[in-house]
């Protein structure tokens, strides 16, 4: 069983920037598609991004701002996140093995998740 551990979060005002990060339990980068949801209060988990084979997608919401990185043999993934808007507050999930399921994307794995906050 894959156990991702997050964390990173934290209040920031418009503008700024957060990085979060990801730990892995056992070797999943060369396994799995490996990547960031988010979830707002009151809303469904998002897709953020994701990273497989040494290449990054990204939601239309955050390209150009957000970047995903992975040091496999480190077993560790971060999302550096700039330029943040308050619509970008959210708590953020480490996911592994993300697959599209017919409706949307989703993962198997899950981390507990980040509290990401952005004040105007």
């Known amino acids: 069983q894959v156990q991702l551990v997050d964390s990173g979060g934290g209040l920031v005002q418009a503008g700024g920037s957060l990085r979060l990060s990801c730990a892995a339990s056992e070797r999943t980068f060369s396994s799995y598609a490996m990547g960031w949801f988010r979830q707002a209060p009151g809303k469904g988990r998002d897709f953020v991004a994701r990273?497989?084979?040494?290449?990054?997608y990204y939601a239309d919401s955050v390209k150009g701002r957000f970047t995903i990185s992975v040091d496999s043999p480190k077993n560790t993934m971060w999302l550096q996140m700039n330029g943040l808007k308050p619509e970008d507050t959210a708590r953020y999930y480490c996911?592994?093995?993300?697959?599209?399921?017919?409706?949307?994307?989703?993962?198997?794995?899950w981390g507990q998740g980040t509290q990401v906050t952005v004040s105007s």
């Open positions: 996911a592994g093995s993300i697959y599209y399921n017919g409706n949307n994307w989703t993962a198997t794995y």
């Open positions: 990273w497989r084979s040494g290449t990054a």
